[in-house]
């Protein structure tokens, strides 16, 4: 929110809740030699849908050897065309869809899933797909091996990777929730992810690196920085969105507060402010301390209006103050303050100016622009409890006239749901008016008196299921946090 401030609205669209699985695997007689084993499986879903239009999440398992390099293939078949695609690159001839590999995710290992979403076009009607095919091998759903199994295997998942597989950006688009903007400077949040988390900047002579991950889906490369830094101090000048949309985070200008760096931008983060350990594996955090700010206002698909959107983030919960506000979410895409309703971000400190829960706090709240918001009414709510667990995980989602806040321990177990209900009783927050910019460390006016520790967060397109979100929690908790 603003110096007094909170933030968000966006338009419901349709779910259609077509989730169509059509799968993987036929025998690569055009493969090379050394790749005996192919197949695939994919799950198209219609995610939303409108006059004239819809949304599409497509979904690709590699269950055969490890690719490098691929083509995803289809037909439609009542002249549905694609407007837009993320992810990936589309070629249409009449109704032959050819999508490619983005630079970021052109590696699928064995049992790894990658995603394409797109946007699209249709009259009349919108039937699934019938086939699909990877590299041209038919997507049937079972691998098929040839007696030509080279003596070593396709590389599976070692200690550089996270357990499960998946990512939680891969959990929302099968949830029918994709991922808009993926951000962390610990790990990959998508199972083929290999390209940089963020960038660093050394003072000695003001060059700057990308830090990437250790392997495909796996987590960021500490030794990297340290290496890069060394002997001298180093700030976070980017972090970079895994979503392939481009909405990345950068340091944050001035808008209704001037920040204390050059030109009223906000401070940027000292990179070994916050170090951690995840799995084993060494890495930082985002340690944003007062006048410290990220932002991005000139964003590719994130919520506007009364759009359904959802988002996370795992956040240090002893890291914390009373200074508005330390924020990661939508907000206004002029950095100012525009009026109730105009953001729909996670709010995380023990600020009480404009809402608090039981207990000293921290508490996890929305700020929704003008309010921070732990339900239904303004000021004091009792379901929203004091968390402090040192890795947290907070959820904030919204919808038409609904919206949500859950929260639990990033390391162990479940979620718990501190509210679902209603907007706030508060004139202007019903519709929304969400704007689509996306900041971190600071409120929507570029407010800038906040404390907090950011490791990852996303936002989707979308309002996520229950279901999904626990199952995000139990990926979360099994990348191994503090371990």
Not at 192 to 204: D, H, K
Not at 374 to 394: F, I, M, Q
Not at 417 to 440: C, H, Q, W
């Amino acid at each position: 929110m603003s110096g007094n401030t909170a933030r968000r609205r966006r338009w419901p669209l349709v779910a259609l809740a077509a989730a169509l699985t059509v799968a993987a695997a036929g025998v690569a007689g055009t493969q090379l030699a050394s790749a005996a084993t192919t197949g695939c499986r994919v799950t198209y879903t219609v995610t939303n849908s409108w006059p004239g239009g819809f949304g599409a999440s497509v979904n690709v398992t590699n269950l055969g050897d490890a690719v490098n390099g691929w083509q995803l293939t289809w037909s439609f078949t009542a002249g549905q065309t694609i407007t837009q695609l993320w992810n990936g690159t589309a070629a249409q001839s009449g109704g032959a869809v050819t999508v490619t590999n983005a630079a970021y995710n052109a590696a699928i290992a064995t049992g790894a899933t990658v995603n394409v979403g797109f946007n699209g076009s249709w009259t009349g009607s919108n039937p699934a797909p019938a086939t699909f095919a990877l590299n041209g091998v038919t997507c049937t759903g079972a691998p098929s091996t040839t007696n030509d199994v080279p003596s070593s295997a396709s590389p599976s998942s070692g200690p550089s990777n996270p357990p499960a597989g998946r990512g939680p950006c891969d959990i929302y688009a099968s949830g029918g929730s994709p991922c808009v903007a993926a951000h962390s400077t610990t790990r990959a949040l998508y199972a083929a992810y290999n390209g940089p988390l963020y960038q660093v900047r050394r003072a000695s002579d003001n060059t700057t690196r990308d830090i990437g991950v250790l392997a495909a889906g796996g987590y960021a490369n500490a030794a990297a920085q340290d290496t890069f830094c060394a002997n001298t101090t180093c700030l976070i000048t980017i972090i970079y969105d895994q979503s392939g949309r481009n909405n990345r985070l950068t340091q944050a200008p001035p808008g209704g507060f001037q920040g204390p760096a050059a030109g009223g931008y906000d401070n940027l983060a000292n990179a070994t402010a916050a170090p951690i350990t995840v799995a084993g594996h060494k890495a930082y955090g985002v340690y944003v301390a007062a006048g410290t700010g990220y932002r991005n206002n000139a964003t590719n698909g994130v919520a506007k209006g009364d759009q359904p959107e959802g988002m996370y983030a795992i956040f240090d919960g002893t890291h914390y103050n009373g200074g508005c506000c330390f924020d990661y979410g939508n907000a206004e895409t002029n950095s100012r303050d525009n009026g109730n309703g105009t953001m729909e971000a996670i709010y995380f400190g023990n600020i009480k100016v404009w809402g608090y829960g039981t207990g000293n706090g921290p508490w996890v709240m929305a700020d929704l622009e003008n309010g921070l918001f732990s339900g239904v009414n303004a000021g004091y709510n009792a379901n929203d409890p004091t968390v402090n667990y040192r890795y947290l995980t907070a959820i904030v989602k919204g919808e038409a006239n609904h919206w949500a806040i859950r929260a639990g321990n990033a390391q162990s177990g479940s979620l718990s749901t501190f509210y679902d209900g209603k907007r706030p009783n508060v004139s202007g927050y019903n519709p929304m008016k969400k704007e689509g910019a996306i900041i971190l460390g600071i409120g929507g006016d570029n407010s800038h008196g906040s404390a907090g520790t950011f490791y990852e967060g996303v936002m989707t397109s979308g309002y996520p299921s229950n279901a999904t979100e626990d199952a995000v929690q139990a990926n979360i908790t099994a990348a191994g946090y503090g371990r």
